[in-house]
């Protein structure tokens, strides 16, 4: 068995040489932040790799831009620290996955948030970790150093670049830094809440308060054994008087126990919860929002338990492995899924099928910035 060597680099230049040297020597590079989702993608172990390059070193907050509301953060800053700087003032950046530890799972940095493309309930008004993102530098196999966009929402030159690198595991390089968008904190918040045992009406719900002029910071669904909710949040001001017109929707809507939460963050860390599983399988499905109910059915024969974006048509299901293959045959035609999270040793098809064109063009991507191939190897579909 070879010998893995453990770098954390403590400058951006020490990143790119060790990199670089690797490439050279035919060394392959697991790239890890906090290791918080090491075991999403395809399985791969401490030992197949050479080298575990870690960013717990770059872990400066670089520069806060209060009155832009923009900030530029290495790769290896905690969000949830992160998070607080930035409530210090009144601001927040926007994204929302489970920041505390939950089970084995460590708390993430932004670096592993913007590589996996992990979200949470707040994606329904603000959009993903690739929405977010104004700007990276980046690390290459050849040593470069790359950088794109700024620090200004207004700059887009190389802003592409930026999105790239968002939500593609670690398998072109590794981000040393990136530059984000900020918004105004939201408090005090309140959240309407209805119920549900009929799958079409849940379903119908979230259609039509997903285009209720509300104002919504987030609006989720939770699903399990043919009972369930929708859960809509407002925020700011205002919010207990949006969220009573929410609720008065609701009942216009045919959801039962209807009413208004507050304060609602216990509600809504059980959502950010249902997005981890440390003991069975978690399956992350993607359909146009109007196919719910049908995710909905398929989650229901095998006794899955689903939090989800209501409007946005993606589900987190927390389900028996044995079960997944099962679901997949259940989905709507077009669906994507996505194993997430599995017990140690299951082997599961993590990504699912997936069409020759798209592989095509994703290995031409991985081939142009990673010709080495020694970028976090075999993660990504198609065994990118």
């Known amino acids: 068995m070879a010998t893995v060597t453990t770098h954390a680099p403590a400058t951006f230049e020490e990143a790119a040489e060790a990199l670089a040297g690797a490439a050279a020597e035919g060394r392959r590079v697991r790239i890890v932040g906090a290791g918080s989702k090491l075991h999403w993608g395809n399985p791969t172990d401490a030992a197949s790799a050479d080298l575990e390059l870690r960013t717990t070193a770059l872990n400066e907050i670089v520069e806060h831009n209060a009155g832009d509301l923009t900030a530029t ?176 929707r609701m009942l216009e809507l045919d959801l039962e126990g209807v009413d208004v939460a507050e304060p609602d963050e216990p509600l809504w860390e059980r959502q950010r919860a249902g997005q981890r599983s440390p003991d069975e399988a978690l399956l992350r499905v993607s359909v146009p929002p109007a196919q719910l109910a049908a995710v909905l059915l398929a989650a229901d024969a095998a006794d899955a338990t689903v939090v989800g974006r209501a409007a946005l048509g993606t589900s987190y299901l927390t389900l028996a492995p044995k079960a997944v293959a099962d679901v997949r045959r259940r989905l709507p035609q077009g669906a994507t899924s996505v194993v997430l999270d599995a017990p140690p040793g299951v082997e599961l098809d993590r990504w699912g099928p997936v069409g020759e064109p798209a592989l095509r063009l994703m290995r031409r991507v991985k081939q142009r910035f990673d010709p080495a191939g020694i970028c976090n190897p075999g993660v990504f579909v198609g065994g990118i």
């Open 73 to 248: 953060l290495q790769a290896g800053v905690s969000l949830a620290d992160a998070q607080r700087t930035f409530a210090e003032v009144g601001q927040t950046l926007a994204l929302d996955p489970p920041l505390v530890a939950i089970g084995s799972y460590p708390p993430p940095t932004i670096g592993g948030v913007v590589a996996t493309g992990d979200s949470g309930p707040l994606r329904h008004r603000y959009g993903a970790p690739r929405d977010l993102v104004i700007g990276a530098t980046v690390a290459l196999s050849d040593g470069t150093i790359a950088s794109s966009g700024g620090k200004v929402i207004k700059n887009v030159a190389g802003y592409d670049l930026a999105k790239l690198f968002s939500g593609s595991f670690g398998t072109l390089g590794l981000i040393l830094s990136v530059s984000v968008r900020l918004h105004p904190l939201h408090d005090p918040s309140a959240t309407a809440v209805g119920a549900t045992d009929h799958v079409h009406t849940l379903a119908r719900a979230a259609v039509a308060l997903a285009a209720f002029p509300a104002e919504l910071e987030a609006l989720d669904i939770a699903w399990h054994g043919g009972r369930g909710g929708i859960l809509a949040r407002c925020g700011g001001r205002e919010a207990s008087r949006r969220a009573q017109r929410t609720a008065e």
